[in-house]
């Protein structure tokens, strides 16, 4: 299977704490693979490292076998790389349905070639084309908002009875699932998920794994952070368990769950939220 996205040695260090230790990871095509670990594992940072959100004092991330360590966020969003954060990031005051859009003009944005090559040209034009809307514009427009919907329907009930509801006026679940629908609508070639169940409920956690099983069967490649065992079992081709910032194992489902190092890990730490009692059933 290809690579998609390759870290090696990647490491970053806070003061006398190194949060994420020579960590080397790869993700397939089209594959699923989980990040686990205690609170404090440094899986977010991690994260943070390969979105452009914080850079490694050593290592290298390479995407389709290019290099893009230390590359600005924007340009990894525009590249193909699309995070949901932990505790859920959403433009508070924006629509649901604006909130996907953003996601899908960042898109666009990337594809465009720039006019003129000149920032300043680039930017007249568009205003030039957004006063005088020509037809062109305008069917974008639509076809834009026709994925946006589309990729809202994935949510079902949820969202759709509400796109026109600002962000803010949704419950923590419904600020989680837009948030990641606009992480779908840049349509990423690698979609990075923080602990996207966290927070919630059971039948809502149940909904999100069928959400993120569906996305699996559709081809997305996904790189997830999840503390809940049963969902990481049940979704991941893949998964790799850090601890203390180091990887300490990685392998298929099954063989993480039973591996020694792993349920120490675990019972090593007293706050992880379910895990310790899942490691032990185990
Ligand atoms: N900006 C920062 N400055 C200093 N220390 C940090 C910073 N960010 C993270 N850390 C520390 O790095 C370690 C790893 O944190 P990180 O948030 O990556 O863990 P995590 O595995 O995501 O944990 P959780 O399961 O609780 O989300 C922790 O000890 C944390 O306190
Ligand atoms: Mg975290």
Do not use: C
Not at 8 to 24: E, I, K, Y
Not at 136 to 156: D, H, N, P, Q, Y
Not at 223 to 231: F, G, P, T, V
Not at 238 to 266: C, F, H, M, T
Request: glycine share 10%.
């Amino acid at each position: 299977m290809p690579s998609l996205l390759e870290i090696s040695g990647l490491t970053r260090r806070f003061g006398g704490l190194t949060a994420v230790n020579a960590v080397d990871l790869r993700v397939g095509e089209g594959e699923l693979v989980s990040v686990i670990g205690p609170n404090g594992a440094g899986k977010t940072t991690l994260f943070n490292l390969v979105t452009g959100l914080d850079h490694p004092d050593a290592g290298k991330v390479h995407f389709e076998d290019e290099d893009i360590t230390g590359w600005p966020a924007p340009r990894l969003a525009e590249r193909g790389l699309a995070r949901t954060f932990q505790h859920g990031r959403v433009f508070a005051n924006l629509t649901v349905l604006d909130n996907v859009l953003v996601g899908a003009h960042t898109r666009l944005r990337a594809v465009k070639p720039r006019i003129g090559g000149v920032p300043g040209v680039a930017a007249l034009a568009e205003l030039a084309l957004a006063l005088v809307q020509p037809p062109s514009v305008t069917r974008e427009e639509r076809a834009l908002r026709e994925e946006a919907l589309g990729i809202i329907a994935l949510f079902g009930e949820r969202l759709a009875p509400r796109i026109d509801n600002p962000a803010y006026s949704l419950s923590y679940a419904n600020r989680r699932r837009v948030e990641i629908a606009r992480a779908l609508a840049l349509k990423p070639r690698l979609l990075l998920l923080d602990e996207p169940t966290a927070g919630m409920n059971e039948s809502e956690t149940a909904e999100m794994l069928e959400i993120i099983r569906t996305l699996k069967a559709r081809g997305q490649t996904i790189l997830l952070i999840e503390h809940k065992l049963d969902l990481v079992m049940q979704l991941s081709d893949r998964v790799v368990v850090l601890d203390d910032g180091s990887k300490i194992a990685e392998g298929q489902p099954e063989e993480v769950r039973n591996d020694p190092r792993v349920i120490e890990a675990y019972l090593g730490h007293r706050h992880v939220g379910g895990l310790v009692q899942e490691a032990v059933a185990a």
